[in-house]
Each structure stands twice: as C-alpha cells, then as structure tokens.
C-alpha cells in the first residue's frame, strides 16, 4: 500500500520546502523504504522551459528530456535517483489535458469544473507513479504559499487523497517561517499559528510542522505554543534552522527524531536510518583543505539558481577533490577583449 507524504509551504515562498522534501525522502530511504518524489507546481505554464530564470531560476532536465522544475535537482541528488517528467506537474499541465477531454468530449457533456474535474485530473498524477504491493511513499511537494488562489486547487486535491487513502496512509507536513526579531531578540509564532489557521480553514490539518528559521529558536516555549495554538502533538514540531552546509539538513532533522516521528504517524515499523555514509560526507565537506577558483559565465548570473545544478556539480566534484569551489560568476555581456584578460587572470578554470 502506498503512503503519501504532502508537503506544504506558509507565510512567504522559498523556504525550502523542496530541501525539507528531499531530506524526508533521504532519511525514509535510508530506512529501507521505498520512496519517490514528486513537484506539483501551481503555477499556468506547461512547464519552466519559456519561463525567465531569473525569476524562477534553473530549469532542470530529466532524462527523458522534460523540463521541470529546479527542486527535481535536490531530489536526484539527496535520493540518488533519476527522475522523469512524471515528477513535476503544473497547473498548466492539468489544465492542459483537462480542456483536451472535453474536447474530444471525454466528459459526456459535463459542466467541466474546478472541483471535481481539475482537482480529479491531479489526483490521478498522484496515483499514476504508485502501482506496486509493497509499501511506498510518494512525498508530493506543493508548491507556492498556503493561502495563494491559484494553488488552491492542489490543496483540496490532497485534501481528497488524504480521505480517500485513510489516515493511516496520509501524513501532512507544513514549512512555515518563525521570524527572529533581534530589536526584541526574540522568535514570533504568530506567522505560523495564521499559517496554519488558513490551511485548517481548506479542511487539512498539518501532522508536522517544520519551523525554517534563521536563528536557533532558543525557547522551548515557542515549540510549546506552536503546538497548542495548532493542534499538533509537542514533537511534531520541528526546527529547520538554515545550515551552512546544504546536505546537513537531514542530519539536522534526524536529530529531531523526524524518522521515528513519521513511522508512528504512519504507522511504519522501521529500524533507525542509517545515515553513516551521509555523515562522512558532511564530514568531508567541513574538513576540506584546498581551494580553486572556477569562472562561471552566462547570461543570467544576476540570480545564481539559474545555474543551480552547474553549480552543485562543481561542489560536488569539489567534495570528491578535497577542494572548496570559490565560484566566480561572470555575466557574459561584460565580456569584451579588453576585459577578458583580467576576467581570467585570477582563475583556476572557468565554464
């Protein structure tokens, strides 16, 4: 029987919930489980491929060729797998296949409406990609904010699939920001109990709620009150604090008893991840001891997720070589032969 895993997003975007995401996904593998991940994008484009990556940053490729989105790029690379195109779905998408049927009249003549059609059309792609006997878990990324109209109709879809499936089979997790005021020195919950209020108003309640934070949140009352203010057991609240090293985030959840946390709300029997090879390389990362200078040029350099997996390829080289990878990103049009030589003076080797 499949388990599913929603991941959700309050108060402001970009707070790594793709991270939070594959980090889940890590630990659950690192159990024995079988585990796959999936990115429901809310936004009308088909895919990211016209879209500006300076706003929306890289556009990751699958190897059937797909165009998806950059969180697909943590997941290959926390996971150790490789995904396809069925792992990223956007509204456009839907929509796009949606108003195809009632083209060809696959609806019989139905008022064709947001709910059930739409929110039908998404659930399939939730159960397209499970179909096998034994337990998997599909951790599905919503993207966007809670409370935004246009992913509305992702969150009742997966508030369907959690009826559909039974609680025993559904776990909801919520990425919230716990602002850190340092004119009062002190974390604010109130963001996350508003956060959590709107997403109670869709008829889900979160299971988890994972706190993203800039500061070590110090007081444990915070996590007291998260807890109480949004009906969810004391340890089910859990600090995501931002991390130095990107791939200390699992290490960092572990440490919040995340997998013994899941596996009960679950109702999983699992023996304790083993996340040894992890923390070597965690490890290794911190201890490295020479540096190159590597020249990164293009077009978009003004956002540095617009060559996200250039970049992290560079650093994981980096951690095979025991070298930190100083990049120097070089906007192309600034190039002439003036200035090239400069430009190169100071590198190492440049892409």
Known sequence: MTKYIFVTGGVVSGL???????SIGLILKNLGLSVVNQKFDPYLNIDPGTMNPIQHGEVFVTDDGAETDLDLGHYERFLDVELDGLANITTGKVYESVIAKEREGGYLGECVQVIPHITNEIKSRFYRNFSTDK??????????TVG????????DAIRQVGREVGKDNSLYIHVTLVPYLKASGEHKSKPTQHSVKELQGMGITPDIIVLRCDEPITDESIFRKIANFCNVKPD?????????VLYEAPLFLEKAQLSSVVCRE??????EPDLSEWQAMVAAIKSRSKTVTIGLVGKYVQLHDAYLSVAEALRHAGFA?????DIQWIDSETITEETKDHILADLDGII
């Open 135 to 144: 337990t998997e878990i599909a951790i599905i990324e919503v993207g966007g």
């Open 236 to 244: 089910c609240v859990i600090e995501n604090l931002t991390l130095p």
């Open 321 to 325: 070589l025991d070298s930190m990878i």
């Open 266 to 271: 679950l109702h999983l029997t699992a023996p």
């Open 148 to 155: 935004d109209i246009e992913s509305q109709p992702f969150i």
């Open 16 to 22: 790594g919930k793709g991270i939070a995401a594959a």
